[in-house]
């Protein structure tokens, strides 16, 4: 029996009860029957999560780029590894297969071999959506050199940062960068980046967008000309299990960005593991994640666990709203995408838009819709449901993290009920538990506490890069030897997880515990309101108060704000309780959020407070503007 492939809901309990048993025989299966190994491993997993010190497939030898790529050549070669769509839809798309993907990866691997890129060097990498992020990426893991793939939009201080943290010799880049309407001087941000990175011998720049750029002599190179020469075939690097794969850093409440270190064969298993079950891949569907490479979930999703499936996988260089509010469901069309799996952000987005916009479209090659990055709320659940996968295809409401490396508790389409606003089950292999605030851990169904995981999953983070004591103190210091993941969950009645959201975004008022996500669910279903966000804020009597910041669909602009506030104030009291009220409303035309679409709660809770002082660093926000405006209207 296999353990791969999960295909009816008795399986599922039977391999996940398999996985808690015998967690050693479960993963050992997997590990042998689904990937090719230079060497097999001589234990399955050591760990010890006081010291957060964890291995999995101790001392095997593995290149995770044979087993995306050249292991499918002989039955695969001719099939599309790879669809690039281009933010122009004008532009023509490109199907590169999985033989011309082995060519390229090889000639780039080839390439910065040849410029002295060693094992163990942390290349950064800052391109846009194009098929050379890919070959980039995985060319570093051939050669066994660390990838740490920098957003195209972060800005040239969160880019020095990363650098001098990492003390890359290396960046590729591209001249610049398309994103709807706009395009983005990457070369010129890098420039200035680089004033400040000592470490930085190379640079090779991508060609995209022909634009004027400088090139420091010495430094900058055009990649085309070297890749030109380069042979289309390569000996991959032979690597341990435990080899780092790569670094992507997420942001910590405080302090500087956590460089999150992946190492090879666990990440490997885990994101090819979970993209198998969660997209219920087969031979030829189309596979498509609008998130960026830039984030794990463009990393194991977009790249690694569809690679390693052998799957078609689209790259889209573009956003949800250009030319219009169409492109998604027009690319599905085009495509035929058969997975699509994108954040509740966009989907809130579109779904304030006319829905002629989405219903025009087909979308019948649809079959599993997923969601990820933070609670999709009931309404844009439904809207998701009934718009796009025309009641038709499951919703896969992903919960995981940049440290987890693979998804953790989400339904498996076809196979687990799907409840709206719940992640509902571990996958194997993942055991949660809820602890409670004096730490133990909290037993039985229709609970909340506090989301920690009590043994080890192979695609966990190993450590921070630098830093292993931030690394123990930050996930396995608040609940001694479990991981803790930030997130407060509730489990109901049938075993059932909901994520209630950060752990600091529950406000106590007047004694009373209250998540904000689900308050925001409330104001989010009356017909004027398109988005909000609610903090708490000092008060008085009650401890603390709730402030909402509230944007409007642009039909309520026009209504009067007294009324209005009473009335949103009516549905949280019907939806959740009087006690949920909000002390405060205001009125804003956005919200701070960082690029990977997270609202940036401590800046809210900082103007609801009336403390313009520090907002600390908001170099990761994808709308610094915003916070003046807000902050101007309070004043
Ligand atoms: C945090 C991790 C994992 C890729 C994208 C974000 C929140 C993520 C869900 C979900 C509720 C979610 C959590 C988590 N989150 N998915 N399906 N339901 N919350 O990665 O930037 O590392 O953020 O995102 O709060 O801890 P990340």
Redesign the pocket.
Known sequence: MSYYKIDDLEQYFKHYKKSVREPRKFWDKIADENFTWYQKWDKVVEFDMQTADVKWFLNAKVNITKNCIDRHLAKRGEKTAIIFEPNNPKEEARHITYNELYEQVSKWANVLREQGVKKGDRVCIYLPMIPELAFAVLACARIGAVHSVIFAGFSASAVSTRVNDLESKVIITADGGYRGSKSIDLKGIIDEALEKTPSVEKVFVVKRTNSEITMKPGRDQWIQPLLDDALNNNVAEIMDAEDPLFILY?SGSTGKPKGMLHTTAGYMVYSAYTFKNIFQYEENDVYWCT?DIG???GHSYILYGPLLNGATTVIFEGVPSYPDFGRFWEVIDKHKVSQFYTSPTAIRSLAKENSEWVDKYKLTSLKVLA??????NEEAWHWYNDHVGKKKAPIA????????GGIMI?PIPFVTPTKPTY?TLPLPGVQPVLMDEKRNEIEGNQVVGSLCIKFPWPGMARTIWGDHQRFVDTYFSTFPGKYF???GALRDEVGYYR?T??VDDVVIVSGHNLGTAPIEDAINEHPAVAESAIVGFPHAVKGNALYGFIILKEFGETRDRDNLSNEINQFISSHIGPIAKLDKIQFVSGLPKTR?G?IMRRILRKIAEGDFSNFGDTSTLLNPEIVDEIKNGKL
């Open positions: 997420t998130a984030w794990i979930t969601s990820v990055g933070e609670p999709i409401d992903t919960w995981w993290q940049t440290e987890t989400s992640a993941t930030g997130d994520i959201g950060r990977s997270k």
